[in-house]
């Protein structure tokens, strides 16, 4: 067992408890002012600095004893507009808000990581913490890094993990190079008839029956058009529309979601989607709008930085607990826009126990974590940012 992983069991009874005070009192983005307090006030005992950025976000900096570059560590801290359905000691007190996503575990795992590089810090360098707020949305990365958080010092790398309830069991991690997570747009599709009374449907144009056309059309897309080995999600979340059963409906609203790992593919989407509106509405005297919404990114790993993490993991947890992730996800993670500024690694740390009845997804009103990822995750950012540091000392 390596020494920071001894040191973060030995230190996982206080940050379990920090993380079940922060599960308790979920905020969602850009309100996470009692989760930044909390944070602020940890880094400070360490005999940080903190600083706040982007409203909510807290950032400090551990400093080597010796010149060197500068890793970035990164958690997210906010939660979801869910009511939890636990009854485990540590349920949200807030009703309609929950850590469904593990966002307090990644707060807790970052600050736990934080304390073990402040008491090990003869290394040559610096490390960033960043405790952002709102990747749930509208998004906090950009804000953070538009108020200038890879500068000084200027960061040379960055890490993230996230817990997984998905095949991934507790003293594991999951990683791969390339595309991790996917690109999540946004698309509005208004379809607008001419309303009327249901028994005289000629002498209206049904807005209902032309949306019925868009949406059915619409996956010919990617069934059709898109190569079958390239992945690519457009899912139709709502549709609202009408006033009762003999009204002939004059407007129909529909909201989806479209997910690409290909920046190529991606810019082709609204193109397409667009395409398939127009004809299907003009074809049944029904007339549009469109908007496309762009989301975050594809989230693609540094090949370098990849193999760093995983030779960590290799040498802290075994090779039998470092998996290679065959496919990506279609999720997204505004993490990427650290990635495409900085040699990145965004990996999974493994959280998984059906027998402690952790096994629901993230967003799940009962999703739970096995808390015995929490020092593993602790251990490896510390160590991932000592390997990192010791190897590039020498390009300072």
């Given at each position: 067992m390596s020494p920071l992983l001894a040191q973060a069991q030995a230190?996982?009874?206080?940050?379990?408890?920090?993380?079940?005070?922060?599960?308790?009192?979920?905020?969602?983005?850009?309100?996470?002012?009692?989760?930044?307090?909390?944070?602020?006030?940890?880094?400070?005992?360490?005999?940080?600095?903190p600083r706040i950025m982007a409203n909510t976000g807290v950032v400090a900096t551990i400093s080597g004893t010796r010149p060197g570059k500068t890793i970035a560590l990164r958690a997210d801290m906010d939660a979801l507009p869910i009511t939890e359905q636990a009854d485990h000691e540590y349920v949200s007190t807030t009703t309609g808000l929950m850590h469904a996503c593990g966002h307090d575990g990644h707060t807790a795992i970052l600050l736990?990581?934080?304390?073990?590089?402040?008491?090990?810090?003869?290394?040559?360098?610096?490390?960033?913490?960043?405790?952002?707020?709102?990747?749930?949305?509208?998004?906090?990365?950009?804000?953070?890094?538009?108020?200038?958080?890879?500068?000084?010092?200027?960061?040379?790398?960055?890490?993230?993990l996230h817990l997984g309830t998905f095949v991934v069991h507790a003293g594991q991690i999951a990683l791969r190079e390339g595309p991790v997570c996917a690109a999540?747009?946004?698309?509005?599709?208004?379809?607008?008839?001419?309303?009327?009374?249901?028994?005289?449907?000629?002498?209206?144009?049904?807005?209902?029956?032309?949306?019925?056309?868009?949406?059915?059309?619409l996956q010919t897309i990617v069934s059709r058009e898109i190569d079958p080995l390239s992945a690519v999600v457009l899912s139709l979340g709502t549709i609202n529309g009408g006033y009762r059963?003999?009204?002939?409906?004059?407007?129909?609203?529909?909201?989806?979601?479209?997910?690409?790992?290909?920046?190529?593919?991606r810019a082709t989407m609204p193109m397409r989607i667009e395409r398939?509106?127009?004809?299907?509405?003009?074809?049944?005297?029904?007339?549009?709008t469109f908007s496309y919404e762009m989301g975050y990114p594809v989230l693609i790993n540094d090949r370098d930085m990849t193999n760093l993490v995983e030779k960590v993991s290799q040498r802290v947890l075994g090779p039998e607990?470092?998996?290679?992730?065959?496919?990506?996800?279609?999720?997204?993670?505004?993490?990427?826009?650290?990635?495409?500024?900085?040699?990145?690694?965004?990996f999974y740390l493994g959280a998984l126990n059906a027998e402690k009845g952790c096994h629901y997804p993230i967003h799940h009103?009962?999703?739970?974590?096995?808390?015995?990822?929490?020092?593993?995750?602790?251990?490896?950012?510390?160590?991932?940012?000592?390997?990192?540091?010791?190897?590039?000392?020498?390009?300072?």
């Open positions: 230190l996982a009874p206080e940050i379990v408890s920090i993380r079940r005070d922060l599960h308790k009192n979920p905020e969602l983005g850009f309100a996470e002012h009692r989760t930044a307090q909390l944070v602020a006030d940890y880094l400070t005992k360490l005999g940080l600095v736990g990581a934080a304390k073990l590089l402040a008491t090990n810090n003869d290394f040559p360098g610096n490390v960033k913490l960043i405790f952002q707020p709102a990747e749930e949305g509208p998004g906090g990365a950009m804000p953070l890094i538009s108020e200038g958080v890879l500068e000084n010092p200027t960061v040379d790398a960055i890490f993230g999540p747009d946004t698309i509005t599709i208004v379809v607008r008839g001419k309303g009327g009374h249901g028994a005289h449907p000629h002498l209206s144009v049904d807005a209902v029956v032309a949306a019925g056309h868009v949406i059915v059309a059963e003999n009204v002939i409906a004059d407007e129909v609203i529909i909201k989806g979601t479209v997910r690409t790992l290909s920046p190529e593919i398939v509106i127009r004809g299907t509405c003009e074809s049944l005297r029904a007339e549009y607990n470092t998996l290679r992730a065959t496919h990506p996800s279609m999720g997204g993670e505004d993490f990427s826009y650290f990635a495409e500024r900085v040699p990145a690694c965004f009103p009962k999703f739970n974590f096995d808390e015995d990822a929490i020092p593993v995750g602790m251990a490896m950012l510390a160590e991932i940012c000592l390997e990192y540091l010791q190897v590039n000392a020498t390009h300072a």
